[in-house]
């Protein structure tokens, strides 16, 4: 052999020998969203393994449809990704005793958990055991047309009694088919529970059970003020908002010529109703409705989306390492930038809010404000959004425009079903 090539070949192997040894370890990474959330998170995961060249990343990435049943096969299947973009009321689905996703309290320093809300991390804890941390809180507050209030002479209201009387203001001085709000049942659900909490300091759905809270005569109360508020044309019955045909709100005509003076709407989605609104409108936060000597706001805000590790992951250490770089590291936080809304840990929120990157004029950034700010001491449990329940009261307002039941057959219906399915959930 040419002792040249002999020689170059004995030099390799010592290298070879002598240099590090990186055990590389493959992560996989789930999320749903749309493109641009998709391009901000690859680069996101191109900084992270440029920062840790021994873990390699896997994308796995979606549209929203079809997601939560892909994920659902691949937990039951023990086959889930090391990290996953999760929901809040996913929770009750696979973590109804806190096993269901790996306990992120093991990992307590390295996520620097210390940066995030307790309230929040309360939230997103099942028997002591963290199964995600929240990427951004949302909440629902109000927004109202500037232009159209004023047209009505109405100020905006700052109690109950001042919405209420908001909604004939605005039939005597603007017309029948114009109303001060615009909801839909969920939001009826959400509003009137804020309401009910301000006003009796009870919550609809026990923290303690996961069961309907209310007996007969408060759940009367409940479906009560929604007929009162109908009749006092606060905002179309859902017999009326049928009318309009089926699809988004946002796109809907008397949305977009301001026939609808307002919202009580997650201040994350509000963009997309500013965006289709007529240009010689504009939208505004409103103040929340406060009932006198209410010490709870009965808001409703719980973490937009979270990132949670599975369960039977065999690499935490480096899942937790991917997670924190993603929400606490300045240069992960800056490559996401606000694909997941305003960042909750207080070091995301920090980095973006010195590059420049949170409008402190934006509705989203200011009904962020205004939810971390209102009284909150009753935290909603996961299920008060739960899909089969809105299903439920969607159901039972429907049969309450259409006469087909009173308020009385109303609540009974909605305790007993209601029960019903919080118990199968729970089971």
């Known amino acids: 052999m040419n002792k040249k090539v002999l020689t170059t070949l004995i030099a390799s192997a010592i290298a070879a020998t002598s240099a590090p040894s990186f055990a590389d370890v493959e992560l996989r990474m789930s999320w749903w969203g749309g493109n641009s959330r998709h391009q901000a998170t690859l680069e996101a995961i191109e900084k992270f393994q440029q920062k840790y060249p021994d873990i390699k990343v896997k994308a796995e990435y979606t549209g929203w449809d079809g997601h939560l049943s892909r994920l659902t096969t691949q937990i039951a299947g023990n086959t889930e990704p090391d990290v996953m973009q999760t929901n809040w009321n996913w929770l009750p689905i696979f973590s109804r005793d806190g096993g269901g996703f790996y306990d992120m309290s093991q990992k307590a320093d390295a996520l620097h958990i210390a940066n995030f809300p307790k309230t929040a991390m309360d939230m997103t804890t099942v028997n002591g055991k963290i199964n995600g941390l929240p990427v951004s809180m949302t909440s629902r507050v109000f927004y109202y047309n500037k232009q159209k209030w004023e047209q009505a002479g109405v100020d905006y209201p700052t ?29 009826v659900f959400a509003m009137n529970r804020s309401y009910m909490l301000q006003t009796t300091g009870k919550d609809i759905i026990s923290a303690e059970t996961n069961m309907l809270n209310y007996e007969q005569k408060e759940m009367e109360a409940f479906f009560q003020l929604y007929v009162d508020q109908v009749s006092n044309h606060v905002f179309p019955s859902t017999k009326e908002f049928a009318s309009y045909g089926k699809g988004n709100l946002y796109e809907m005509r008397p949305w977009i010529d301001g026939r609808f003076g307002g919202l009580y709407m997650w201040d994350t989605a509000i963009a997309k109703y500013t965006a289709n609104l007529d240009p010689s409108m504009t939208l505004e936060l409103a103040p929340y409705p406060m009932a ?11 973490p937009s989306m979270m990132f949670s590790i599975g369960r039977n992951t065999k690499h935490p250490e480096e899942a937790a390492k991917l997670v ?53 001491e009753v935290l909603p449990t996961t299920y008060t959004d739960n899909a089969q329940l809105m299903e439920l009261f969607s159901e039972v307002m429907q049969k309450l425009d259409y006469g087909q039941t009173d308020v009385s057959g109303a609540a009974k219906d909605f305790l007993r079903r209601g029960d019903r399915i919080l118990k199968r959930m729970a089971k």
Request: aromatic share 6%.
């Open 159 to 187: 109690n109950w009694d001042e919405l209420m009387a908001a909604g004939k203001a605005f039939e005597k001085n603007l017309g029948a088919d114009h109303y001060p709000l615009v909801i839909e049942a969920r939001d």
């Open 324 to 376: 924190d770089f993603l929400l606490n590291d300045p240069v992960g936080v800056e490559a996401l930038g606000l694909a997941r809304g305003i960042p909750l840990s207080t070091a995301g929120l920090t980095t973006l809010d010195a590059k420049g990157e949170i409008d402190q004029e934006s509705l989203s950034y200011l009904g962020y404000l205004q939810a971390q700010s209102l009284p909150k």
């Open 292 to 302: 006198s000597g209410a010490t709870d706001s009965g808001l409703l805000a719980r």
